[in-house]
């Protein structure tokens, strides 16, 4: 199976939508209020998909989970990634990501004022609000992203969670290999919704 292949990701889409009673029409309707805000920041994104891509093409990619216990990896010559709110407990642990990889739910305003940072940001049905009160506070390179295409400026990597869209998002871009770290695979993580 080549996840990189859109039909592939559509067919898997479409069973997530099916199993979980989701819709793809307000996915849809957050892609497009996506779309409109980095409208005005058309040659910033354009810039972040290209830095994205020289960070994780070829490289060694290490995706940072939510149940990060410890110290917050930084290995030599890989790029980390950081699953939403796993960001801020690398910040707090006084590591900054390369990446983030968000639907807005586990970051606050003052975990987008990273200005080297490229975050990939994630439109869905449920977070509207966020993407339209957020998105325009993102202070380091910007990307942004869907479940469903709604224009070229919103990409379609693949995943449903931040975390595997993380790893998709690496294996998309042709990361060389792409390390999991501080994953529970056993237990869900807690829905995060800071304040701020």
Not at 163 to 171: H, T
Request: aromatic residues 8%; negative net charge.
């Amino acid at each position: 199976m080549n996840l990189r292949d859109p039909l592939v990701w559509e067919h898997l889409y479409g069973a997530i939508l099916s199993s979980l009673g989701l819709s793809r029409e307000e996915d849809f309707s957050s892609c497009r209020l996506l779309d409109m805000v980095l409208s005005t920041r058309a040659d910033l994104v354009e810039r972040s998909v290209e830095r994205l891509s020289e960070m994780l093409s070829g490289k060694g990619v290490v995706v940072v989970g939510d149940f990060l216990k410890g110290p917050c990896p930084r290995l030599p010559d890989t790029t980390l990634v950081a699953a939403d709110s796993a960001f801020a407990k690398c910040t707090e642990r006084g590591v900054v990501p390369d990446v983030v990889v968000t639907d807005l739910d586990g970051v606050t305003l003052k975990h987008l004022k990273f200005r080297g940072v490229v975050y990939v940001v994630h439109a869905h049905g449920g977070n509207y609000e966020r993407v339209a009160k957020l998105v325009p506070e993102v202070e380091g390179y910007l990307v942004g992203t869907a479940q469903c295409k709604c224009s070229s400026r919103v990409q379609v990597f693949g995943g449903f969670t931040d975390g595997d869209r993380a790893a998709y998002l690496a294996y998309y871009m042709g990361a060389a290999r792409v390390l999991l770290y501080g994953f529970n695979f056993n237990q869900v993580a807690e829905l995060v919704k800071p304040s701020g």
